[in-house]
Nanobody, 121 residues
Framework: QVQLVESGGGLVQAGGSLRLSCEAS????????MGWFRQAPGKERAFVAT????????YYTDSVKGRFTISRDNARSTVYLQMNSLKLEDTAVYYC??????????????WGQGTQVTVSS
């Protein structure tokens, strides 16, 4: 079974950048699609980005297109989320997840514990 551990969250000013990492343990990482989701206070968990098992396909929610980049290194069993031009509304707990390629949380059956991203003005 894959286990996921996120890191890289923190406090950043609006317009700044952060890179989140999600390291997986287990032998099936390279065969799974990976996704990033986020949950802001009082809101439901929302899709951010996904990447296919090979890295050849990616998809983003509209609000982060052109600012966020998802990538993966299967040799390191790690998926990344590079976040640039951060906005106040990007503040949330960010979760990585392993599963099938797509936007629905139900496609993913393994989740990390989350990492807080706070964007200040």
């Amino acid at each position: 079974q894959v286990q996921l551990v996120e890191s890289g969250g923190g406090l950043v000013q609006a317009g700044g950048s952060l890179r989140l990492s999600c390291e997986a343990s287990g032998r099936t990482f390279s065969s799974r699609a990976m996704g990033w989701f986020r949950q802001a206070p009082g809101k439901e968990r929302a899709f951010v980005a996904t990447i296919s098992w090979s890295g050849g396909s990616t998809y983003y929610t509209d609000s982060v297109k052109g600012r966020f980049t998802i990538s993966r290194d299967n040799a390191r069993s790690t998926v990344y989320l590079q976040m640039n031009s951060l906005k106040l509304e990007d503040t949330a707990v960010y979760y990585c997840a392993a599963g099938k390629y797509g936007v629905a949380p139900t496609l993913y059956n393994v989740w990390g514990q989350g990492t807080q991203v706070t964007v200040s003005s």
